[in-house]
């Protein structure tokens, strides 16, 4: 077993090797592989019937009908090799995704000018696969799915690429390594707050913490407001769609303080990133706080994304 | 990727098309309730198809699979190719109940080939081979279309194209495969036809055994003479020699009998038979006949390796005839056979007569031959009574038991079966060893090529005395009769209503259409013997000219360049492609217009948009830019907007652009 495993790394170094990571990825013949397929196996039987037809009856019209499938065999090779040669896959910035949740990579597939690609299946694990066609002379986005396992900067793994164009008679595929990094921000929970925070907002800091104050008034219903703004009690009476409106310039600052949790640095940083996407839903300006990093309050999808970022790529001191 | 695709609607249409143009030329084989049986299956999932009609239930199904498999056990008794192909057929609709996902559809397809070959078994002619090609076409387009899984619109179009790309790519691999595989003999023997010799001569003649056989205008065999076709009346194609006779059927006695086939083997025959003068060589291709007699011209004296030559001097061989055949021979047509005598054995087996047959006639032959006083002048009698009151006829009446006696007497009216029996009995009831010989006689030389055509029509019946000193002697009381039959043919001696019952009488009434029918058979004829003609040997001198040699290691290398070759040809990816795809015509003709135009001094920059150019010009020289204008804006309009245009239009503007060109002051 051991061996086995280490057997398979090595091979799949060889792999990667053959092909060095980076953007952009055409496939040429060092890197695609081309087998018989199972579905071949049939077709043989029906050749060698044939041809054992063709003997027995020493029917030259049989037997040449069985050299032409043959034939037909061989050029089905040269097919599906050239379906997937000058395949070019490059992925451009994907955006950043969840620890634990599917992620999704874009993979644009183009191919040499006036060739196409059929039937292609693509895949980040044997599993999961997506199926692409590409005309000729065009281009095709496909979304692979990635399921994160931890946050922080993830490179995509392999992406098999394979084939069975066009008469399913041999499997024709590649290993793609393409050289992207995707930023996973730590997978939102609900976070556990420090004991003296918790017990019933006495506290100065957890007073603000679950303040929803700084109200100041309803403004008419814009479309695409976030819901929690919406005034559901009014709503509710019968006054139609209002937004509550929180205070601008005097808006009280929020800080989210990486202390004020409690739990193991993932559980904390969970917790933070829960409390981020939270707050920036219902319009609050926040900061932030962690060991040895500070990030001032301000509002924004941009410090939002700055926010989970550093969320993301903390590195506790231990580990350090 | 283990999950079980469902098939596509457009894959099964497809599928039901193959499998109706498979099935259809085989319905000549099936048995009728099959034939309707594999129609009704595929109408049937194609209305399903449709969301028609619907699914059986299981019970149903079981019962057409039970009902299937013992209506094939009820009509073939016997396991011949016949019965395989029907089974093949039966399982291969049958399982249009039971399709359901991709995969089964793919391994019906693969099916689907091999009943193609099947069809190949029964016609191996030129029209048999293209519709074999197409078949192929739509199996393989089924597999594309079926594997694509329906895919949008154009995936049938596409998967037409790319087959028949394939197909045609696929053509050198087969020739060289066909040239160079070796051929492995047969390894086994299932008669081709239930009904064994449904044409051709057959080993027993018996009334009405001809006139069946020359209804039918099939060709029997080919030959092609080395140097000049002999006479009409010297054409005589020995198959059997029939010596026994039961009072109504002329069979083989058991020494003749070249299906038993020990005793029947002539080994000494090269003391016995003595040959001078002319020598005739050539080569019959022998349609399949089930059979294991060969046809040939007495007295043949060099044949195949593996074809003997039996005591009553006709040719056979160890196999069946099940396939299209070719072999040469060469004959004497002047030679004398056992002219020293004949063995007690053999002379008792041509004199021999059924008892209580015939009485009439055992008397009459007695007292002839008393009067005659030789064979030869008993012979000169005979012939001569028959000559004067006979006559030739393919609608005889029919004989009672003492047949000749009937014939002989009352009738007087048969074709060559009644003439070669009586004559046969005759001689031997008076005392001079006689047989019959069955065969065909004559031949059509086919005016395109120059061979002759021996058909099923021409099908005869002679007779063999031996005579003291001269041996075996072929006497042919037709001949008598009907010189005619011997000298032209058979449709040339009878009349007008008796060549109605021939085979094939349309043709021959018309010029053009026997003309045509003549061209083609040439041409069948040349695909034969260069097609389907090449077997081992041939393949091996094949070889020993191409390469030097056929020693395996050799082909093996030549063979592998040749496909290295090929493969390259086919990876290429420029050489063809950039020829074929040219820039659109649109394109073209806007390139066109812009070297004109740098003609007249108004070069486009790089990066300039058609409009800005056309606009550019326009300013300088306001005539020529409203061209230029009109041309761009039907240029931008095809390519930005993907707008219809009128390309005669553009044509025309750029041609104007052109003579602007001639008439410019800067030239």
Redesign the interface.
Known sequence: MRLSNRIEAVFWRWTEKRVPRSRQVTLRHRSIYVIPSKSSLGFTVAIFLLWLLGTNYQNNLILAASFLLMGLFFVSIIHAFRNLSGLTLSVNAPSPGFCCQMVNVPIELSTAENMAAHDLWLGMAPDGLAQADVPQGAAATIALQVLPERRGWLQPGRIIVKSYYPLGLVRVWSWVYLDTNILIYPQPTPPTFVDHLGRGGESEEGARIQADDDFMGFVDYQPGAPLSQVAWKLYARGAGLHLKQYGGAERASFWLDYENLTGGVEQRLSGLCYLALEWHQSGRDFGLKLPGQTISVAAGEAHLHQVLKALALYQPESAK | ?KVSFSLSVKALRWLLLSQLFIVAPLVLQLPIWLTILAFALIVWRFQLSRGLWYYPGRWLKVLVAVAVTAGLAATFRSFAMDAMVSLLVAGFVLKLTELRTR?DA??LS??G??V???Q??YT?GII??FY??VC?LLV?VT??VN??GG??ATVALR?LR??TI??M??????LV??FV?P??????T?P?NNAAGTTGVSSSMSPGDFSSLMESSDVAFRATFEDEIPEPRQLYWRALVLDHFDGRTWTQSNPQDVKARGYVRWRDWQSQIEVSDKRYDYEILLEPTDENWLYALAAPTEFSRDVWMSRGMTLYQKNLV??RQQYTVSSYPSYTVQAEGISDYLQRSSLQLPRNFNPYTRQLAKSWMAEAGSPEALIQRFLTFIENRFHYTLQPSVLGKHSIDEFLTDTRAGFCEHFAGSFVFFMRAAGIPARVVVGYQGGKVNPVQGYLTVRQLDAHAWAEVWLEAKGWVRVDPTFAVAPERIDRGVEFSLGNAGSQLLGDAWSRRFYVLANLRDRLDAFNYRWHIW?????GEQQKAFMQRIFGDSAPWRIVVWVSGI?ALI?AV??L?GVW?KSR?RQPLIHRLYLRMCRYLSALGYQRHVGEGARDFALRVSRDNHELGALVLEASDLFERHVYQNQPISIPRLRLLVHKIKARRLLSPFR
């Open positions: 990727m995969s793919c391994l693969y099916l080939y091999f193609i070959g099947t190949l078994l191996s048999g081979a074999a090609l192929v393989s597999v594309m594997h694509a895919g949008n998967s790319t087959i394939m197909l790519q696929a053509t050198p691999f087969m495969l066909f595989v051929r492995v003999g047969s390894l086994w299932v081709l099940s396939q097609v389907m003609n090449y077997d496909f493969i086919l990876m990816p492609r795809n």
